[in-house]
T-cell receptor, first 112, second 114 residues
């Protein structure tokens, strides 16, 4: 069945270092992917998205990489800051469907 | 402009009672979604509304759950005869169009069933 999962439940990084959060998806028909950031007590906040006809997309301090061969998605955060501490979710969408399927999330902790 | 709003922010109810959760989507957004998030878990899809089309109810966990969207705007999620396993954060999201587009989330309603 369709599933989206994350490799690591918790990631700790030093302030200023780069962070890499990984995600695996199972549905080869998925054609749209989103990364969300969720701070404690808040709803998920959009970070960046990528469509399946791309393998890389960059935003402000963030880069998403998509490897369709191995069905893997990653989020790279450059120069990680304390404000980046949150839970990060990947989600995928399959054309014709009505919903995003979310992974269980990775807790990113930034150590000073 | 205003984002997605939800009310109440917190709700404590006794087992067996009915609850109603409200969502006000972003003006102009035709798609509206309800999700449930249990402690430390990802988001579980519940129901989806798109314009005047019949809603996609495929994620509702039981017939105790129902939702409606009046006038293509405000939505209400109703849980009848609440059970302790219904305790979770209920999140609403809206998007400008169906499917592959960014969903904007509200802050959620934390439901606790005692």
């Amino acid at each position: 069945g369709e599933s989206v999962g994350l490799h690591l439940p918790t990631l700790s990084v030093q302030e200023g270092d780069n962070s890499i959060i990984n995600c695996a998806y199972s549905n080869s028909a998925s054609d749209y992917f989103i990364w969300y950031k969720q701070e404690s007590g808040k709803g998920p906040q959009f970070i960046i998205d990528i469509r399946s006809n791309m393998d890389k997309r960059q935003g402000q301090r963030v880069t998403v990489l998509l490897n369709k061969t191995v069905k893997h998605l990653s989020l790279q955060i450059a120069a990680t800051q304390p404000g980046d501490s949150a839970v990060y979710f990947c989600a995928d969408y399959t054309g014709g469907g009505n919903k995003l399927t979310f992974g269980t999330g990775t807790q990113l902790k930034v150590e000073l | 402009g205003a984002g997605v709003s939800q009310s109440p922010s917190n709700k404590v109810t006794e087992k067996g009672k009915d609850v109603e959760l409200r969502c006000d989507p972003i003006s102009g957004h035709t798609a509206l979604y309800w999700y449930r998030q249990s402690l430390g878990q990802g988001l579980e899809f519940l129901i989806y509304f798109q314009g005047n089309s019949a809603p996609d109810k495929s994620g509702l966990p039981s017939d105790r759950f129902s939702a409606e969207r009046t006038g293509g705007s405000v939505s209400t999620l109703t849980i009848q005869r609440t059970q302790q396993e219904d305790s979770a954060v209920y999140l609403c999201a809206s998007s400008f169009q169906r499917g592959a587009s960014e969903q904007y989330f509200g802050p959620g309603t934390r439901l606790t069933v005692t």
